[in-house]
DNA sequence: CATCAACGTTTAATATCCTAGACGGATGGT
DNA sequence: ACCATCCGTCTAGGATATTAAACGTTGATG
């Protein structure tokens, strides 16, 4: 996956939240395109590939750059969390390994069909949580997942986010997001 | 200069002394491709491209970060030399705003007629100087061109390079190499 | 001067990419 | 159920990249 353009691209469209019909339209090249190169069905030219990695924006050089295993993660498994305070005061810190994090923590409640609407969030920094009661449908960028008490998340706001509890049980989450002044 | 796949390829190309066709050669290609894509009248495949890279070798994301600007002067002016030392003592430094410098200074004499030959040496390490009297004709890599009395010269020892005096006059150099143990 | 070898460039033919449009599947709203 | 809309994939044809072989130039050699 280290030269594969295919995987590269499908990856960073994705983390951009992007489909291939949006990222073609910004860029000016057909759909069809994009699904050809994701597939590894043809090798673009260098002017087409960068006519696409405008559409992002991103530079050639950051492109092949990027290394796709070094990418955060989005979710975290419960024992996936750091424990940084000790005796009666205890701190689990999510993302613990990820570099240059700065936010406050939160604690949010969603009733039973909470929704935070279909025109995904989209705004700068980057926020993360816990759940600690009910479940949650988070989705980010092209991703989706069910989490349970325990579970985590965590991801840069610029990705279109959702968050819907499509249970009957109230949901209670620990979350966070930065910079503090935007909640 | 910054995007032209063009430019850079040439840039390279040359940097590590190969023709088109030896490129081409060691790559797999035929000659013309590089031609082509050299003088921009194709953008090529980035399989081709990366085909093109593997024969010198270099990566593409070392291909498309290289900044050519930044690519530190092979010939200095007279007037480009700095002044390290006073009084009694002068140290001009050569390519003083290259980073990483480490040579130790040399001064050679080359009597007319003198030549290092045409199989164009190669070795590791850095080398330059500076025309004390006369004048001498250097060849790095693709670059060829005759100095006279206080211009100078700094490049990498693993270019191919070549001194040659073709005039009547003997020529003096005060010149540097590194690492000293191979002089 | 003639010859040879190496260089970068050009051209006609072939291989590959790229587009435009259609297809089947999934999702959400009425 | 139906319709509308989005998704990613596929196919035929035109556009572009790439090859193989020639060309003109330059520098070295006899």
Redesign the pocket.
Known sequence: MSNDVSARLRSVRQMHGL????LAKRAG?????I?????G?????V??LKKVLDGIPMALAEFFTLDPAQAPPVFYRADELVELGEGEVSLRLVAASRPGRRLAILREVYEPGADTG?EMLSHAGEEGGVVVRGRIEITVGSQTRQLGPGEAFYFASAVPHRFRNRGRERCEIISAATPPSFY
Request: glycine letters at 4%.
């Open positions: 489909s291939q019909r949006e090249v057909t759909n069809g395109m699904s050809l190169i994701e597939q069905r043809v090798s673009p030219s002017a087409s279909a």
